[in-house]
């Protein structure tokens, strides 16, 4: 998602000409420095607060505290990260949605001329002699990316600032796109499953949805910053004398 972000503005983050100063720079390096040495101590890992931290640690050291106006959306990518690990956290279950993918799941799989059954959210690809049992766990949900990438590919949208009319259909597009993406990865990860065996399949299902994510986020940047870059503004108000009416001399 970074490196999406990264790839569209980059000519902006390139011509930045703001440079953070002396105290900037030692707040910066301070707040960096004190996450990597807490972690040394502690022998723990990076977390995603720890990264939020040090990626603003480095903007500021960098550039300065006014250039989160350009660095906003990168800076809250794991705030909204953290927030959807928190709703994941607190809603009961996931099972009659793991139930509902399961079964679409087998009936795209009987489409492609896989023998499949399923039940509650197992689903078995009998291979000949031999038969698999895929479970689609509440991760494959995909909710808390779902939240994640929703959310993040249309806050960038912001910094244009659009109309509300106009952002509400991109942010229903950018949401229920994420939702399809995720349901086509679920659909590459049970082909990799049924064609090319466990290790190939498991290698695809880690990997094959951040690929798709960002794919999709780039798309749908793309197409939404040339829609709202083409949608009408409203003319400015004019001031002076009607080309049809003849001046008034004192």
Same mark, same amino acid.
């Given at each position: 998602?970074?490196?999406?972000? !990264?790839?569209?503005?980059?000519?902006?983050? &390139?011509?930045? *000409?703001?440079?953070?100063?002396?105290?900037?720079?030692?707040?910066? =390096? @301070?707040?960096?420095?004190?996450?990597?040495?807490?972690?040394?101590?502690?022998?723990?890992?990076? %977390?995603?607060?720890?990264?939020? @931290?040090? !990626?603003?640690?480095?903007?500021?050291?960098?550039?300065?505290?006014?250039?989160?106006?350009?660095?906003?959306?990168?800076? *809250?990518? %794991?705030?909204?990260?953290? *927030?959807?690990?928190?709703?994941? &956290?607190?809603?009961? &279950?996931?099972?009659?949605?793991?139930?509902?993918?399961?079964?679409?799941?087998?009936?795209?799989?009987?489409? +492609?001329?896989?023998?499949?059954?399923?039940?509650? #959210?197992? @689903?078995?690809? &009998?291979?000949?002699?031999?038969?698999?049992?895929? /479970?689609?766990?509440?991760?494959?949900?995909?909710?808390?990316?779902?939240? *994640?990438?929703?959310?993040?590919?249309?806050?960038?949208?912001? /910094?244009?600032?659009?109309?509300?009319?106009? @952002?509400?259909p991109l942010f229903v597009v950018g949401f229920v796109g994420?939702?399809?993406?995720?349901?086509?990865?679920l659909f590459g990860v049970f082909l990799t499953f049924e064609?090319?065996?466990?290790?190939?399949?498991?290698?695809? #299902? +880690?990997?094959? =949805?951040?690929?798709?994510?960002?794919?999709?986020?780039?798309?749908?940047?793309?197409?939404? !910053?040339?829609?709202?870059?083409?949608?009408?503004?409203?003319?400015?108000?004019?001031?002076?004398?009607?080309?049809?009416?003849?001046?008034?001399?004192?």
């Amino acid at each position: 998602m970074l490196l999406a972000w !990264f790839v569209l503005k980059w000519t902006s983050v &390139n011509s930045l *000409a703001l440079r953070g100063g002396l105290s900037e720079i030692l707040i910066g =390096g @301070v707040a960096v420095a004190s996450i990597y040495a807490y972690k040394l101590f502690t022998q723990t890992r990076l %977390g995603l607060l720890d990264l939020v @931290v040090i !990626f603003g640690g480095l903007v500021v050291g960098f550039y300065g505290v006014r250039a989160f106006k350009l660095f906003w959306v990168p800076a *809250a990518y %794991g705030i909204v990260l953290l *927030a959807g690990y928190q709703i994941e &956290n607190i809603t009961p &279950n996931y099972v009659a949605l793991q139930d509902w993918m399961a079964g679409l799941m087998s009936s795209s799989m009987q489409a +492609v001329g896989v023998s499949s059954t399923v039940s509650g #959210h197992v @689903v078995v690809l &009998n291979s000949g002699a031999n038969s698999l049992a895929l /479970d689609v766990e509440g991760d494959c949900t995909g909710i808390q990316g779902i939240l *994640a990438f929703g959310l993040l590919s249309t806050m960038a949208l912001l /910094d244009t600032k659009p109309k509300l009319s106009r @952002v509400i259909p991109l942010f229903v597009v950018g949401f229920v796109g994420v939702f399809l993406i995720n349901l086509l990865r679920l659909f590459g990860v049970f082909l990799t499953f049924e064609y090319l065996g466990v290790d190939a399949g498991t290698a695809v #299902h +880690v990997y094959l =949805g951040y690929t798709l994510f960002i794919v999709w986020v780039l798309v749908f940047w793309s197409l939404a !910053f040339r829609y709202l870059a083409n949608s009408p503004r409203p003319l400015p108000p004019t001031t002076g004398i009607s080309s049809g009416a003849a001046p008034i001399v004192a």
